[in-house]
């Protein structure tokens, strides 16, 4: 509307083209160097997303091979050739075998306990810190994306302030584009910001998962050194769970045909008595069903 009348009565309205490549050419080198900034930042976390979670599925499925083939094995040498090179679970079991090859050399039961506690944590630890990797710019873009996003809004408003004071009024040809530019780079922030954040709780959370996996596992190679091999987790195949559920149907039928059988089955019982008066032996014999 103001347009129309400063056209109606001045003859030719200004022209101003209004847009986010217009706001961002106002904002200057500055909020193109903050725009390259949250662009980086963006790619950046979309990056570390999708590797980590190719990564933890990895680690995820080589379980499943952990916990079917591995345990079959004789000894833990056997069973890490079962296992996939350069994966987490076969440098815990190659850190307990050569932990175990040292836990001969020591005199103390105790402290060889210990060593091989401590070697299996130290293991842990630096496979959850090969995890964790990367979580830290998650955690960052999403703590500062929004701030350097206002960083390019406080810029835009002062160049809206700028245009306002040389053109000695609040118009708002002059206004709108430096504030425009102000709400664009507001909005890149929050877009740079709630992805990351999101990410850095749900790569959390699965590395959470595959720690508690990690711990276990140890434990199991803790036990099974110190046992000699013995002690072994249950493992339990998809055939071995169908035979399982399989005996557990048939199961109360062979009790009952067995109890039918027994119950059907005479049971035959002797009685001897003896009369002194007579001399004479009696035997009575009893049929029970």
């Not at 990056?47 to 979670?53: G, H, P, S, V």
């Not at 493992?235 to 149907?249: D, E, L």
């Amino acid at each position: 509307m103001t347009l129309e009348i400063l056209a109606a009565v001045g003859g030719d309205a200004p022209q101003n083209q209004f847009g986010f490549w217009e706001a961002m050419e106002q904002g200057g080198f500055i909020s193109w160097f903050i725009l390259s900034v949250l662009v980086i930042m963006s790619v950046g976390s979309f990056y570390i997303l999708f590797t980590k979670l190719i990564e933890q599925q990895k680690i995820m499925n080589q379980y499943k091979t952990v916990r079917s083939n591995f345990w079959r094995a004789n000894s833990l040498k056997e069973g890490s050739t079962k296992l996939d090179k350069n994966s987490a679970w076969r440098q815990l079991v190659d850190d307990a075998v050569n932990a175990e090859d040292q836990h001969s050399r020591m005199n103390d039961s105790l402290e060889a306990h210990d060593w091989l506690h401590g070697t299996l944590a130290r293991s842990e630890a630096s496979i959850n810190s090969k995890l964790a990797g990367g979580l830290p710019f998650l955690a960052t873009v999403g703590a500062t994306a929004p701030f350097v996003g206002l960083l390019g809004t406080v810029i835009g408003i002062y160049n809206a302030l700028i245009s306002i004071g040389v053109a000695g009024s609040a118009s708002i040809d002059k206004v709108a584009g430096p504030v425009g530019e102000a709400l664009i780079m507001t909005a890149i922030g929050l877009i740079v910001a709630v992805p990351a954040v999101l990410a850095y709780n749900w790569l959390q959370q699965r590395n959470k998962r595959i720690g508690e996996m990690l711990s276990g596992f140890s434990t199991d190679l803790l036990a099974n050194i110190n046992s000699g091999g013995t002690i072994k987790p249950a493992v339990m195949t998809s055939a071995s769970t169908q035979q399982a559920g399989k005996a557990a149907r048939t199961a109360p039928a062979s009790a009952k045909a067995t109890a039918g059988a027994t119950s059907s089955t005479a049971s035959k019982t002797t009685t001897t008595s003896s009369n002194p008066a007579t001399g004479t032996t009696t035997s009575t014999t009893t049929t029970k069903r």
